[in-house]
């Protein structure tokens, strides 16, 4: 059974940082995309980043020079490094994996797989 299991969230200040991670196990994911999405309350759920296999990542435009996504293909982990956070920011942060090798991953219908998610808050 595949399940991806999110961490690292919690409670930090306005400009400061947290590291998420999210360790797929059940199959091996080092051939495809993974992503990140966040979701705040009342809202939809919307495309922060995603990564591709070769370890190259994508980037909504609102998140450029403050967060960057990685991955270790050995340990089927993605990261999200998140700098600079504002209150805005503030939401449940999903990982996923899409099972295809075709370009792509800013909308979560591109998905297959997705984690529980973790809370990040982000007081002013």
């Known amino acids: 059974q595949v399940q991806l299991v999110e961490s690292g969230g919690g409670l930090v200040q306005a400009g400061g940082s947290l590291r998420l991670s999210c360790t797929a196990s059940?199959?091996?994911?080092?051939?495809?995309?993974m992503g990140w999405f966040r979701q705040a309350p009342g809202k939809e759920r919307t495309f922060v980043a995603c990564i591709n296999r070769n370890g190259y990542g994508y980037y909504a435009d609102s998140f450029l020079g403050r967060f960057t996504i990685s991955r270790d293909n050995a340990k089927d982990t993605v990261f999200l490094q998140m700098n600079s956070l504002k209150p805005e920011d503030t939401a449940v942060y999903y990982c996923?994996?899409?099972?295809?090798?075709?370009?792509?991953?800013?909308?979560?219908?591109?998905?297959?797989?997705w984690g529980q998610g973790t809370q990040v808050t982000v007081s002013s």
């Open positions: 996923a994996v899409r099972v295809t090798t075709m370009s792509g991953g800013r909308s979560v219908d591109e998905y297959d797989y």
């Open positions: 059940g199959r091996t994911f080092s051939s495809y995309t």
